[in-house]
């Protein structure tokens, strides 16, 4: 995913938290990606079309509260723009069960296709989260494993899963 070899751009829609924008520039500047912030549904519509020659446009959204439905609807029309965007919800594993539960069930309403499970590390409660996907029917896509970029971003697969239910 964050190989240089691959033809991408980066494009961030969170300019809410102080110095988003200048850590994902960082890691842009890294990788030899360009950044492009967008504050708009015009915005991004345009980023996209900026750099519709790349093989991978990565879009990072702002953080939001499942309970804030005037974010969640925000990030739902802004992710409607391009109808090929492949939406991935973040979800800390270390989320208690009726929380995450709330999460899906609140965010559903923008139609994310997959789910990545961060802070896998933090927790020896794995096996919650997985009986809610299996409720939710949504498959995971990443799986984080610690703070390290890019080495702790796992794909997730049936092996990686199975060896952290059982560790
Ligand atoms: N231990 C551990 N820490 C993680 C993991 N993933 C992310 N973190 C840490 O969690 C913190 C927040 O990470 P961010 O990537 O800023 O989280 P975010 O979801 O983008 O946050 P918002 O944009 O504010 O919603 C950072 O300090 C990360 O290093 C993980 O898998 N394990
Ligand atoms: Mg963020």
């Excluded at 973040?90 to 994310?112: G, H, M, Q």
Aim: proline share 2%.
């Amino acid at each position: 995913m964050l190989d240089n070899a691959v033809s991408a751009a980066v494009i961030t829609a969170d300019t809410y938290r102080i110095a988003a924008k200048e850590q994902l520039q960082t890691y842009a500047n890294i990788m030899g990606l360009p950044l492009e912030v967008v504050i708009s549904s015009e915005a991004l519509q345009q980023a996209i079309k900026k750099h519709s020659d790349k093989k991978l446009i990565l879009i990072d959204t702002a953080g939001r509260s499942q309970f804030n439905e005037f974010q969640v609807k925000e990030l739902c029309d802004l992710l409607t723009v391009d109808f090929e965007i492949e939406k991935h919800l973040v979800l800390s594993a270390t989320t208690k069960n009726r929380d995450a539960e709330e999460i899906l069930k609140r965010f559903s309403v923008c139609a994310p296709d997959r789910i990545i499970f961060t802070k896998t590390d933090e927790t020896s409660s794995l096996g919650i989260l997985l009986n809610l996907l299996y409720k939710r029917k949504i498959a995971l896509s990443y799986l984080t494993t610690g703070q390290r970029v890019p080495d702790d971003i796992i794909p997730a697969s049936f092996g990686k899963l199975a060896e952290m239910l059982l560790r």
